[in-house]
């Protein structure tokens, strides 16, 4: 349509610049064949921009506006202005093209000269085309109107983050999930908006944080916006919040740019899930090839051969070893028919490999094993242990496959030969031997004799030890021609012991009244199984027993020497603990007062070395009590827990500081209360946890307590220091008996501590085995059957020695109504030095004392403060004392309490004799209490506090 213009305007240039819809504006090139483009859109923009008002109004008017008026059909030309370009283009025409009162289009002519009467031709020319432009531009808009909100609606529907950018980097649009994952950015995003000024706001806002913080936000920006700009980017970005997204930017055809954001923080977190399964899985694919690298190594350097056997097949698969144990190597194939295995058997052996119990639907699981011959490629016989399992059955519990491994025994069996052997020769030695042997096995019946007991005793297999059950021609006597008690015989001591029981005598006598003297040896031996046989071998004495008879009266004499020794040594024990004290009191009472360091530590090496003594002394007494026959049992309920938990507290600190581990174990019965007496087995872990602390220098300690219902309550002490060899385990519980001749001067102690434990367990009714080897450790167990307290009955308060604090005065209930005061105390004892114990711990205390230095003093200071109305709240009389002792004393104040009805007042034995069995021996003798020199502060306190005490432990 232009180009039918250009010959009317005189062959210029011809623009046509239509306006269409709101907002929509074209080009379109001019009448010398040039299309639309920049060029013609700027040089129209800069021709008609400075007119398009007055072109709008009117003005300017060159023609009549009437005769170039069309009929409305079309847009017509309106008027025309003539302007005068201001750059040199020459005079242009300008010619409005107006619609319906509004500015629809423009055309401009340039350098053209036109003549008014041509301006109607051109007008129809020109508003026909701008009709044809309009409706062709309705339809466009209404095309892409539709396609954008396709498009949107496409957008929005996304899950996707979308935003699109013009060709300018300028915002245009985005969808919701836009606004869901970057509301910063949705919040300040606007039409038209820099994809960099968009940046900088959200930045500004301090709402968001760029995934690498370690930028400002000016670099962040400069590294970001290349990303923008390629033709098409993607990659995955970790936000600072943690979310990851991959970004998708693509250019549009017309240069714009769309930007696709997807969340992928559940992917990258599964991805993550997987790489920790997969080093798991890695670890454990590694830690299993480790284990069976080890199990390999393992089996190769124990020599163990594998096999499997596919029961369906009837096929027999083996490992390296399983050949070299028949001499193969690796010429035997790896796998082979089970016809074969059994060729190899021996003959004797086939039945058990082919009808072994295990391949019995009922066998279950369990694991099985036999032993078998099978030809060695050298062609002997190599015996074999076969231990297996059935690892898979079918559903009628045949076994399908079977696994399983071969042991070398060959040799084990030419050992077993050999003993067998050697047996045989040891059974022709006993058969042939001029003394009586006899074997019992665990339970007391006879297993074995030899002729020559047959010969004595007419002795057949099966007869009990001892005869309980009558079935014995003879009956067993003492020498002296008493009762025989059933732990004297020779089976029961033996039993007892630690080693060989040597030279017991007793009698045998016949029904026709014959009796014979027999000398026996009895030793235990283990069976396996924790059992325990017993050898006795005997002789015949009778005839020598007249010439033994004054062996046996100077043994008398002996006995009657060694019971001597234990009175003195009795007696004696007042004479030492006496002096000690006074050495022990005031070494405490010095203790109290100094505060110089280094006085301090030689008090403190005084007081240790005084208790060493008063353990040593304390050891002998107890010997002493029980060579004598003085020694008795308390027999009252207690729980064990009561009685380790303290013994434990003292060792666990002495394992300390040797920088021993110590451990206690227990079992869920040590609550229970039992009927025993809990002081003896407390010195019995003592002497045992001391000697394991002891003799221990590193390793550890430990302490098994067992008191299950029902059962014995069992002790085991384990050590791990220098342990014994059996000759010194066999002597170890004799007295003054040590593991060597330097254990003195390296370790100390007398030797009696495991003498003095074996009598108090043997008191008990119990037993203590003693388990040793050199530089493995030490371990005795002792068992004790002690008795449950009735579940009824209610359980008996347990005697305990408590370090309560001494009141610093009179109870108010023993004064005046409303009256306290501090004790008033008297104390007699003949020693100056123990009274000035005394008085030094009383003054700590905070009482009054007042002393005299015999019994009869004390009888006098006693009545004279009755008399002053100022009685004693307690007394405390040494038993030994000159003039008058502290039981004559005692006995004096009890008589005149009785005769004038006077209160009882307390009245404490001081002794240093060994102390009664129990506080009851001491109550029954008139004294309330005793106290036991040498005594501390803590067992002063609990004296006048009214309870009782032994001293130091």
């Known amino acids: 349509m232009l180009d039918r213009i250009v010959p009317h305007v005189g062959g210029g240039r011809v623009w046509l610049m239509h306006f269409g819809p709101p907002g929509v504006a074209g080009v379109y090139g001019g009448g010398d064949g040039s299309r639309p483009g920049a060029v013609f859109r700027g040089r129209a923009n800069h021709l008609i921009a400075p007119w398009l008002e007055p072109l709008r109004r009117g003005e300017n008017v060159l023609a009549d506006s009437a005769a170039m008026a069309g009929d409305g059909a079309t847009p017509r030309v309106q008027g025309a202005l003539s302007v005068m370009a201001d750059n040199g283009l020459g005079r242009c025409l300008l010619l409005p093209v107006v619609e319906n009162g509004a500015l629809d289009g423009v055309l401009c002519i340039e350098n053209a000269d036109i003549d008014p009467v041509r301006l109607g031709y051109l007008a129809d020319m020109v508003g026909t085309m701008v009709a044809a432009l309009s409706l062709r531009e309705d339809i466009l808009v209404r095309e892409s109107q539709q396609v954008r909100r396709q498009m949107e609606s496409a957008l929005n529907a996304l899950p996707d983050s979308a935003v ?98 997807i969340d992928i923080t559940a992917r990258q977190r599964h991805i993550a899930a997987l ?65 074969r295995l059994e060729e190899m058997v021996h003959a004797q052996d086939r039945d058990v490999l082919r009808y072994h119990p295990a391949y019995d639907p009922d066998y279950g699981a369990r694991g099985f094993e036999f032993e078998m011959r099978l030809r060695h490629r050298a062609g002997h016989w ?37 003993v067998d052997a050697g047996q045989a020769q040891l059974r022709t030695a006993m058969e042939n031997s001029v003394a009586a042997i006899v074997l019992y096995d665990d339970e007391g019946r006879l297993v074995f004799h030899n002729a020559e007991a047959a010969r004595i005793l007419h002795m057949v297999p099966g007869m009990r030890c001892g005869n309980p059950d009558g079935d014995a021609p003879w009956a067993l006597e003492a020498v002296d021609g008493g009762p025989l008690p059933h732990e004297d015989t020779p089976y029961v001591r033996a039993r007892a012991a630690s080693g060989p029981v040597r030279d017991i005598r007793y009698a045998v006598r016949w029904p026709d009244g014959t009796r014979r003297i027999l000398t026996c040896n009895s030793v235990a031996i283990d069976a396996g199984g924790g059992r325990r046989n017993v050898v006795l071998s005997f002789q015949d004495i009778t005839d020598q027993l007249r010439a033994t008879e004054s062996l046996e009266q100077a043994l008398a004499s002996a006995e009657e020497m060694n019971r001597a020794k234990s009175v003195f040594l009795a007696n004696m024990s007042h004479e ?72 434990a507290a003292v060792y666990a600190v002495q ?42 220098t590193d390793g550890s300690v430990t302490l098994d307590v067992s008191c299950r219902p029902g059962r014995p309550v069992v002790l085991r002490v384990s050590d791990t220091g220098a342990g014994m060899t059996r000759e010194q385990a066999a002597r170890a519980f004799d ?80 004064a005046a109504p409303g009256a306290t005061r501090p004790l008033r105390i008297l104390g007699a004892d003949d020693n100056a030095t123990n009274l000035e114990v005394l008085s030094g711990m009383i003054a700590q ?109």
């Open 382 to 418: 190599a015996w074999v242990l076969s231990r297996g399992q059935v690892m898979q059955r079918d559903d009628d519990g045949r076994p399908l496959r079977i696994v399983g491994v071969h042991l070398d025994i060959s040799e084990r069996k030419r050992l077993q030969e050999e």
């Open 735 to 814: 007295k003054f008996e040590q593991a060597d001749a330097g254990t003195t001067r390296r370790f100390g102690g007398t030797g009696l501590g495991l003498a003095i434990v074996r009598e108090l367990v043997g008191m008990m009714g119990g037993t203590i085995t003693l388990e040793a080897a050199p530089d493995e450790g030490t371990t005795v167990i002792v068992s004790l059957p002690l008795a449950c307290q009735d579940a009824g009955e209610a359980p008996a308060p347990v005697a305990a020695r408590t370090r309560a604090a001494m009141p610093a005065t009179i109870p108010p209930e023993a």
């Open 655 to 696: 394992a300390e500081e040797k920088g021993l581990e110590f451990e206690v174990f227990s079992s869920s019965g040590c609550k229970a209360r039992r009927i025993g007496d809990p002081h003896r087995i407390r010195q019995i872990l003592h002497n045992l946890l001391n000697n394991a602390v002891k003799f221990t």
């Open 845 to 953: 205390i905070g009482g009054s004392l007042e002393t005299a230095t015999n019994g009869q003093e004390a009888v006098a200071c006693w009545e004279a403060a009755r008399a002053r109305a100022e009685p004693f709240d307690i007394v405390l009389l040494d038993i030994a004392m000159p003039v008058m002792d502290g039981p004559a004393a005692m006995e004096r104040i009890r008589a005149v309490e009785a005769r004038d009805g006077l209160p009882r007042v307390r009245i404490v034995a001081v002794t240093g004799h060994a102390p009664p069995e129990g506080p009851l021996a001491s109550q029954a003798g008139g004294f309330d209490a005793y106290l036991q020199k040498p005594y501390d502060l803590r067992a002063l306190r609990d004296i006048l506090a009214g309870g009782s005490a032994t001293g130091q432990d």
């Open 576 to 647: 030492i603990r006496t002096p000690l004290n006074g050495v022990l009191g005031l070494a405490e009472v010095l203790d109290m007062q100094l505060v110089d360091p280094a006085h301090k530590r030689m008090v403190a090496s005084i007081r240790q070395s005084g208790a060493t003594l008063l353990t040593v002394l304390n050891s002998i007494l107890d010997m002493s009590k029980i060579e004598a026959g003085k020694l008795e049992l308390d027999s009252v309920p207690f729980a064990i827990e009561e009685v380790i938990a303290p013994v």
């Open 275 to 339: 790489d920790a399964m997969n080093d798991e899985l890695v670890t454990v694919l590694r830690e299993r090839d480790e284990a069976r690298r080890r199990l390999v190594a393992t089996m190769a350097a124990a020599e163990v051969g594998t096999w499997e056997l596919d029961a369906r097949t009837e096929t027999v698969t083996i490992g390296d070893h399983w050949a070299e144990i028949l001499g193969y190597g690796h010429e035997l194939p790896r796998s082979f028919p089970l016809a």
């Open 164 to 261: 699109l950018y013009d060709a300018d980097e300028r915002f245009v649009t985005c969808n919701p999930a836009f606004h869901r994952h970057f509301p910063e950015f949705a919040e300040v995003a606007r039409p038209g908006m820099k994809l960099e000024e968009l940046f900088r706001r959200v930045l500004a806002g301090g709402r968001y944080l760029p995934p690498d913080t370690s930028l400002s936000g000016e670099e962040w920006i400069e590294q970001a916006l290349p990303a923008f700009r390629r033709d098409y980017h993607t990659d995955e970005i970790r936000m600072a919040d943690g979310r990851w997204f991959r970004r998708v930017h693509s250019r549009t055809s017309d240069g714009g740019l769309i930007c696709i954001a």
